[in-house]
């Protein structure tokens, strides 16, 4: 198949969705205001509630949300073949995972920008609260641990092999990325604000230069300083998260999470114009033999094409930022439509696209990298053997691909061949498998910023909890508390990080991020049925709910089941897991018996009578 085939059916089948459905959803079913002020606006304290450019936000919130999950994911679910991650994406992205951090974000803004886990308690209960709290907590720290392991796989050096410098490249590029963002900052904001276009293409330009001078560097006598050991990247990445979690929003995070945005866009939109250009067939076909498991994934293609492809199609991890940073920063209710539901098909359609780079592969040199180590010689059996990695290996200038697991070599590989068929391109392959390789890293680092700091808002708030006759949010930043919280969390995932005890429960997160996903969902519903005048309409958010509460307890059991066989920490992995799937029956049952209150309850005219704080109208001022 022409893989141009699939990518124009995924831009009329999102753009579709986007004027429809979306405006759908916008206007009947969430119903936004714009003469309602937004939290930004009510609580604008400048370090975490600041109004914000919609371009700038969409900046932010799209690099937040757009980890590796949608580059990883679909890589290692291409050993079903093209069509079940395609289809799964499409769908997913269309129908659950746009109307997933749509509705949160919506719920978040109505609620004063605070944290799904609040919602929680005063839309269902203490005892919900608590059990999404948990688990919240325990899948952001599991994910950030797994996140920056991967980042330390990227950039340092082996030190069991000889000549191995890491990639002081990448680190460079990264590296600069961060100053680019502080200038970036407070250029717009405080040194002529309201100016993003000056400011965008100051800091464009220095993360341009970052990442074209990086291979210089690396090749200098000063290369050295930036071939890292993993032992000191396990130190610095989360001593970074702490940074970014309590820095203002506007100074650190959101800027360089903009400028990020910039990058993964641009590269997105270079490796779309290569399809286009090059249109590669698709070599992988629609269906393989292992929907029943094979070398790449153990399971079954349902549920866990649906598990491992967590991003592009639905992610519980956006309910966290849709009610974390975003929200504190909306400058009005409509711009929700493309941050909540947009953002959401943007990622879907990166999603489509690594499909694309993953089975434009031959399929023996797409199994012979991704294929575990361990399990090598059962790959060797099957009677599949590589065809041309010998002289791929070469071209993009590395000793040895087979055995690279994990789906970021694959797609890196698969970039570069898209990208080196271009006119012109080449003899550039070495080159473009290597920016693909630091491409992916910062996906993976604007993830951690931000996860730390939604981390840190949610164990704030259950401090804060503890205190009698708790207010509103204050206007004026916690410092104290802020530093603390801070602290606790990015110590957390950066000693799991440090110990390598993140191999321990990795095979859990796509299940716990699943279940964050149904949770969030269920609050969904919950709160279109106490809001909107036809309770018909939460059958948006119920229909996506019970596909994904069974798609993820059946592969939740099935997990728990093989981590206890497991002769290496199953009982561990058995035990985190069956926690996770009983903290979801918990806030289901929950959940449930609202719905029926509220359905056995007479409507009302309309719940919301806002105050006059409230329903203030914004006033037109220049956000950034």
Known sequence: MNSLVLVVAGLCIFALAYRFYGAFLAAKVLTLRDERATPAHRHRDGVDFHPTNRWVLFGHHFAAIAGAGPLIGPVLAAQ?????????????????????????????????????????????????????????????????????????NALAKNPTVPGDIGSPWGTFAILISVPAALLTGAYMYRIRPGKIGEASAIGVLIVVLGVVLGHPFQMSQYGHLLSLSPTTLKIVLPVYGFIASVLPVWLLLCPRDYLSSYMKIGVIGLLALGIFVVHPPLLMPAVTQYTHGGPVLPGPVWPFVCITIMCGAISGFHALVASGTTPKMLNKESDALPLGYGAMLVEGFVGLLAVVAACALIPNDYFAINANVAKFPYFAQLGMHSQTLIELTKQVG???????????????????????????????????????????????????????????????????????????????????????????????????????????????????????AAIALAVGTTIILHSSKKKIYALVTLVPFLFIFVTTMTAGVQSAITFYHAPVNGMINSTLTVIMLLLTVIITVDAARSWIVNLRTPAAPEEEVESAEEMAVVQPEVVS
């Open 80 to 152: 079903y073949g093209f069509l079940p991650g395609a289809l799964w994406i499409l769908i997913g992205a269309v129908l659950a995972g746009g109307v997933h951090d749509f509705v949160i974000l919506f719920a978040s803004i109505r609620h004063e920008g605070l944290s799904l886990a609040h919602i929680v308690r005063s839309r269902i209960g203490r005892v919900s609260a608590t059990a999404t709290s948990i688990a919240i907590l325990f899948i952001i720290i599991v994910a950030l641990a797994g996140l920056a392991s991967a980042v330390v």
């Open 398 to 516: 590395e000793t040895n691909l087979v055995g690279r697991t994990g789906g970021a070599v694959t797609l890196a590989v698969g970039m570069a061949k898209i990208f080196s068929a271009l006119p012109g391109m080449k003899n550039l392959m070495a080159y473009w498998y290597h920016f693909a390789i630091m491409f992916e890293a910062l996906f993976i680092l604007t993830t951690v910023d931000t996860g730390t700091r939604v981390a840190r808002f949610i164990l704030q708030e259950a401090v804060e909890g503890l205190r009698p006759k708790k207010a509103a949010p204050s206007k004026a930043g916690r410092w104290t508390l802020n530093i603390v919280c801070g602290v606790i969390v990015s110590v957390a995932w950066g000693y799991l990080l440090f110990n390598n005890d993140i191999a321990t429960i990795w095979p859990m997160f796509g299940v716990a991020n699943q279940l964050l």
